[in-house]
């Protein structure tokens, strides 16, 4: 089956710096890539997420990028602020696939420092 | 719709006791997940039901651990009996498609002492 690795497990930044959180994908057939956002206390919410067939897709200042020669894809935020500050999930899988359930990665707690 | 619902949202309980938790999808997703999370482990999918047929149980813990699903808008899972280690936050999701989105309730805080 599929296995998502996600890397840093924590990450701190200013206020106003970039983060960039990368996930790794086991399964080549994979197409599917969606990104939770979990704030302390409250359900994961998806955030963003894209399709094998789009390198890149931005919405505000959240963009999430996809190689799919390496099998990876990583969320970057800019601009961060307080709010951003959440554990954030990775996922992956095959749309369309009867039997291919999204896997997701560890998490990422991102810490915003004011 | 009003999303995904869960109840009840706690739940403090003795070890050895019997502990229901129970959800609501979305009307129309024909996938539901139990999820449970904790620090230590991360967010560990436990099973998952298409049209109310448990399709993969294999994350199911141990026989204390069950789920069933009687009709498309409500399912539970159960533990009996509890231990302390069962102490964690339970999500429940659904989603259109299995691959595709899912969308989590607000989840039930289980604590067994």
């Known amino acids: 089956g599929e296995n998502v690795e996600q890397h840093p497990s924590t990450l701190s930044v200013q206020e106003g710096d970039s983060a960039v959180i990368k996930c790794t994908y086991s399964?080549?057939?994979?197409?599917?890539f969606p990104w939770y956002k979990q704030e302390l206390g409250k359900r994961p919410q998806l955030i963003i997420d894209i399709r094998s067939n789009v390198g890149e897709k931005k919405d505000q200042r959240i963009a999430v990028t996809l190689n799919k020669t390496a099998k990876h894809f990583s969320l970057h935020i800019t601009e961060t602020q307080p709010e951003d500050s959440a554990v954030y999930f990775c996922a992956a899988s095959i749309v369309g696939g009867s039997n291919y359930k999204l896997t997701f990665g560890k998490g990422t707690l991102l810490t915003v420092n004011p | 719709d009003a999303g995904v619902i869960q109840s009840p949202r706690h739940e403090v309980t003795e070890m050895g006791q019997e502990v229901t938790l129970r959800c609501k999808p979305i009307s129309g997703h024909d996938y539901l997940f139990w999820y449970r999370q904790t620090m230590m482990r991360g967010l560990e999918l436990l099973i998952y039901?298409?049209?109310?047929?448990?399709?993969?149980d294999s994350g199911m813990p141990e026989d204390r651990f069950s789920a069933k699903m009687p009709n498309a808008s409500f399912s539970t899972l159960k533990i009996q009996p509890s231990e302390p280690r069962d102490s964690a936050v339970y999500f429940c999701a659904s989603s259109l498609l299995l691959s595709y989105e899912q969308y989590f309730g607000p989840g039930t805080r289980l604590t067994v002492t």
């Open positions: 399964d080549s057939a994979s197409n599917y």
């Open positions: 039901f298409n049209n109310n047929v448990p399709i993969d």
